[in-house]
């Protein structure tokens, strides 16, 4: 999956708890990306970065924030995860004039 | 929302035959890209189309694009049990954020 790792792979949390969820990557790319995937709405964009301290809001950011501090690592955090949140998270990577996007292998996340 | 929308939403068929699913979006594009996931992983690139073609070959895939309807289609030739997963279609507009539709789940029958 190009280099892309997401952690923790599976997690169950308490609604109202922080929640940080982590794409790692070791193909240099600039772009980075987080969706979510629920039954019948497909993937959705929750936040971007196109580099370093480079961050924006995608269509479904509401509850979401992120960071990236280095090329390799952007976080996602629940900043208080509640039961609409459950979901599956994608991270995913690309390049600047480069349109295939490489996907992680995905974080089910189940808040109860 | 840009997400764009897939028909059919689960398609079923022998192996053998062609398999073909649909999108549609809502914006102008500058490429349109399939994705495909099989249960429980990440999505993989399979073909991109470039907003000024209007057919694109790779193997048993083949796709186009019709901007003037704003949709595109996918099909899969000689379908085999290994292509059972979902597909999806993603549009990227002027940034480089892609915008997924709401997938098709293809079962191919041995």
């Known amino acids: 999956d190009a280099g892309i790792t997401q952690s923790p792979r599976h997690k169950v949390t308490e609604t109202g708890t922080p929640v940080t969820l982590r794409c790692h990557q070791t193909?240099?790319?600039?772009?980075m990306y987080w969706y979510r995937q629920d039954p019948g709405h497909g993937l959705r964009l929750i936040h971007y970065s196109y580099g370093v301290k480079d961050t924006d809001k995608g269509e479904v950011s509401d509850g979401y924030s992120v960071s990236r501090s280095k090329t390799e690592d952007f976080l996602l955090t629940l900043e208080s995860a509640t039961s609409s949140q459950t979901s599956v998270y994608f991270c995913?990577?690309?390049?600047?004039?480069?349109?295939?996007?490489?996907f992680g292998q995905g974080t089910r996340l189940t808040v109860v | 929302s840009q997400q764009g929308e897939e028909d059919p939403q689960a398609l079923s068929i022998q192996e053998g035959e062609n398999a073909t699913m649909n999108c549609s979006y809502k914006?102008?594009?500058?490429?349109l890209q399939w994705y495909r996931q099989n249960s429980g992983r990440g999505l993989v690139h399979l073909i991109l189309i470039r907003s000024n073609e209007r057919e694109k070959h790779s193997g048993r895939l083949r796709v186009t694009l019709d901007t003037s309807k704003k949709s595109s289609s996918l099909l899969i030739t000689a379908s085999r049990a290994a292509d059972t997963a979902s597909y999806f279609c993603?549009?990227?507009?002027?940034?480089?954020?892609?915008?997924f539709g709401t997938g098709t789940r293809l079962t191919v029958i041995p």
């Open positions: 914006t102008s594009i500058n490429n």
């Open positions: 993603a549009h990227q507009t002027g940034a480089n954020n892609l915008f």
């Open positions: 995913a990577i690309s390049e600047p004039g480069q349109p295939e996007a490489f």
């Open positions: 193909e240099n790319h600039r772009y």
